[in-house]
């Protein structure tokens, strides 16, 4: 699987050298300082290692070919590892991977992959999938093939669980961890979020409870309306049926008493009694006309007082605009109006006259007072307001005046009629059906001015209705329209009078809730949907993190299954290297276990209480047994001893699960002859398995290997590299 190995610049290799690696089992030679470690640390280098002390160095720049008396120094050092990928073990989608790593003397560092800058992270998932982890257990350096005998507990396990091949289900659970703590801050920020959200919500929610209390002031308002409305239309339909039936009835019994009137008074009439009854009938004739003049002004004077009313709104509504005004010719034609009027008015009784005289004198001192220039204007509501104020004034004077007349013509019939009775005392009782008659005649012309009142003040309370249904429908507008509302029937007028108030103080209460606040439902809509959508969110990630932690809980499920299982076979495989290396004995891993009372002690401190992590996974404990001697702790073993029982666990941890090479850096220097040949068929068992590149000065380990790479150091400090392949060295020398 491992193809080959190009260094450049790397300590003491400073030209570009290459190493092929194409037989199972391939040593490196050389004497003592030539650079063969360097090639088990450039493995070490490309394969992301981060501890300079793992390098013999103490910083970046150490790495990088320094220079000599006859070399100049480099100023980057590479490594690039080929892999063949055709069987897929490294999960890309290449039939052969490179690997390479850069250190410049600034200290930066670059990591590729077929060419392409990655992260050490991505270099470090990539060998993980092959079983090449983090802590380097298929590297075994130069004075550490004991490491993993010297190692705490802790180390030991993650070598172990390293060399098993678990290293790639512990980057997916820290992966899980990361991404479930990344889930809980967005958990955190959702749920700061939705409290942010919840006082602004609230407020928008009374808003809304506002408005929808506005709404049904509206519906309440609709409702009444309707009803009133109806009812009072109706009311007013029946009051004006009702006075034009009255004014008819009253119309046509006068007409009846005037006519019987004029017969008695034919058939009753001397000389005498016929000047005084004629008398009479004129006095009579003079107040029915007056009273018809009176009523027929009475009309005028209550349409003038509408317009009037109308015109003082329209002038309010308009009182801030200076221009618009009205020509003075048309005061100059109201003024020769009245002129003309008093000057026709021959037949006009005297007062009459003298009321007209009154009203041509005060239009006359208002156009003295002002003197108005021709072209001069008044603003023209003003105007009309003016011109029906001095109207209603002149039809009140004339009122006043035929009032006035009226009283006189009465005071006038009532003496003629005196004289008549004076006059016909001898006659009364024939004569007293024409009083009665005359009476009832009197009694008619009066209802019938009556009506035509009542009337005319069913039509102004017509129009206040529908300015009033005007005002309701600007509040509401179409639910007016939309509303029924049936007449009620056989209520006082009371009621409706109480239904009135009550649309008032609706109309009052509309009016001070506002508008129909569409921008408010609108917000307060958008924020019940984000708020909503803050729940979704957070239900997502709360559904989100609880697959997380139960992928975490399956990882370590079979992290712990895979390491029962693989503690196991390594316990049998080391078992039997470990007989093997010393002839007899055995040799176990065993969990380590937690001592109570000193845990109990430890958290008794006061001081120094100590924090048990929830997560601690316990140690692997070394245990070994020696055929001739009780050996109590592995620091009782001797050097070959610990040696020996090393080799036998690196060779068992690569039996049960082999890594794709195996670099071993002078880990049988302390081998007698007879282990060495053990050691040598160990090597030649495992190179089954995984490729081997041994660092060595043993002939035994050296007969072993396929290839031979010679290394040595000239006068300048560059290493350089000779190769034999045994095979082909064979076929020569036959």
Do not use: C
């Not at 009197?442 to 209705?465: C, F, P, S």
């Not at 409706?496 to 508008?515: F, H, P, T, V």
């Not at 408010?520 to 949907?529: F, I, L, P, S």
């Amino acid at each position: 699987m491992l193809k080959r190995l190009e260094i450049a610049g790397f300590k003491s290799f400073a030209r570009k050298t290459v190493l092929d690696f194409s037989s199972s089992v391939t040593a490196i030679v050389g004497p003592n300082g030539s650079g063969k470690s360097n090639v088990a640390e450039a493995f070490r280098f490309a394969l992301g290692e981060q501890s300079m002390k793992s390098m013999r160095g103490k910083r970046s720049e150490d790495l990088i070919f320094s220079g000599s008396h006859s070399a100049s120094r480099a100023n980057r050092a590479s490594v690039a590892v080929t892999f063949d990928n055709s069987k897929k073990p490294f999960k890309v989608d290449f039939d052969e991977v490179t690997l390479e790593r850069a250190v410049f003397r600034d200290g930066a560092s670059e990591y590729l992959v077929n060419g392409s800058k990655v992260r050490l992270r991505d270099t470090q998932e990539i060998l993980a999938g092959a079983n090449i982890g983090e802590t380097g257990h298929h590297i075994i350096s130069q004075g550490e093939a004991d490491r993993i005998l010297l190692a705490n507990t802790k180390e030991r396990r993650a070598m172990l669980e390293d060399a098993l091949g678990l290293t790639a289900y512990e980057f997916k659970k820290e992966e899980s961890k990361r991404k479930l703590e990344k889930t809980e801050d967005n958990m955190k920020q959702v749920e700061a979020l939705r409290r942010e959200l919840a006082p602004h919500l609230k407020f928008l929610m009374t808003q809304v409870e506002k408005l929808e209390r506005a709404d049904e002031l509206r519906r309440q308002l609709a409702e009444q309306s309707a009803i009133y409305f109806a009812t009072e239309e109706r009311y007013l339909n029946t009051e004006k049926e009702k006075a034009a039936h009255a004014r008819s009835i009253a119309a046509e019994k006068l007409a009846t008493l005037t006519a019987e009137l004029n017969r008695l008074d034919d058939t009753t009439a001397d000389s005498a009694g016929m000047k005084k009854a004629q008398a009479v009938r004129d006095a009579e004739r003079d107040l029915d006309r007056l009273v018809g003049e009176k009523a027929g002004l009475a009309r005028e004077i209550g349409k003038a007082e509408g317009a009037l009313e109308a015109a003082r709104q329209r002038s309010a509504a308009v009182a801030r605009d200076p221009y618009v005004k009205v020509s003075r010719e048309e005061f100059g034609m109201l003024r020769d109006e009245i002129e003309s009027q008093v000057e026709h008015s021959g037949e006009v009784p005297e007062s009459l006259k003298a009321a007209l005289a009154a009203i041509r004198g005060t239009i006359r001192a208002f156009f003295e007072r002002f003197a108005l220039p021709k072209d001069s204007y008044l603003a023209e509501e003003e105007q009309t307001v003016f011109k029906l104020d001095e109207e209603q004034k002149k039809l009140a004077a004339k009122d006043a005046a035929l009032g006035e007349m009226v009283e006189r013509a009465r005071h006038a019939l009532s003496r003629t009629r005196e004289d008549a009775r004076a006059h016909e005392e001898a006659g009364r009782e024939g004569k007293k059906e024409l009083v009665k008659l005359a009476d009832e005649r009197a009694q008619a012309t009066a209802e019938v001015a009556h009506q035509g009142d009542r009337e005319r003040e069913l039509v102004t309370l017509t129009g206040d209705l529908d300015q009033a249904r005007a005002e309701v429908a600007a509040l509401i507008g179409e639910m007016l329209l939309n509303a029924e509302g049936k007449p009620v029937e056989g209520e006082e007028r009371t009621a409706q009078e109480a239904r009135k108030r009550a649309i008032e103080r609706l109309k009052i209460r509309l009016e001070e809730s506002g508008g129909t606040g569409e921008d408010v439902r609108q917000e307060h809509k958008e924020a019940t949907e984000r708020e909503a959508f803050l729940g979704r969110e957070l239900a997502d990630l709360a559904q989100s993190a609880e697959g997380l932690r139960t992928l975490i809980r399956d990882l370590d499920d079979e992290l712990a299954k895979n390491f029962a299982e693989g503690l196991k076979s390594v316990n049998d495989s080391f078992t039997e290297f470990f007989a093997l290396m010393f002839g007899g004995g055995s040799a176990k891993l065993t969990l380590e276990e937690f001592d109570a009372e000193e845990e109990e002690d430890d958290l008794a401190d006061e001081y120094e209480p100590r924090k048990k992590d929830k997560d601690a996974k316990p140690g692997i404990e070394i245990a070994v047994n020696l055929p001739k001697k009780r050996v109590q702790s592995l620091m009782q073993l001797s050097g070959g001893e610990r040696a020996l029982t090393s080799i036998a666990l690196i060779f068992a941890m690569s039996q049960v699960n082999p890594p794709p090479f195996l670099i071993l850096d002078e880990t049988d220097a302390a081998l007698d002859e007879a282990n060495s040949r053990r050691y040598g068929d160990m090597i030649e068992s495992l190179a089954k398995k995984s490729q081997l590149i041994v660092i060595t000065h043993n002939r035994e380990t050296m007969s072993r290997a396929g290839i031979l790479y010679g290394v040595t150091m000239g006068a300048d400090g560059v290493s350089k590299l000779l190769s034999v392949k045994f095979d082909e060295a064979v076929a020569v020398a036959k």
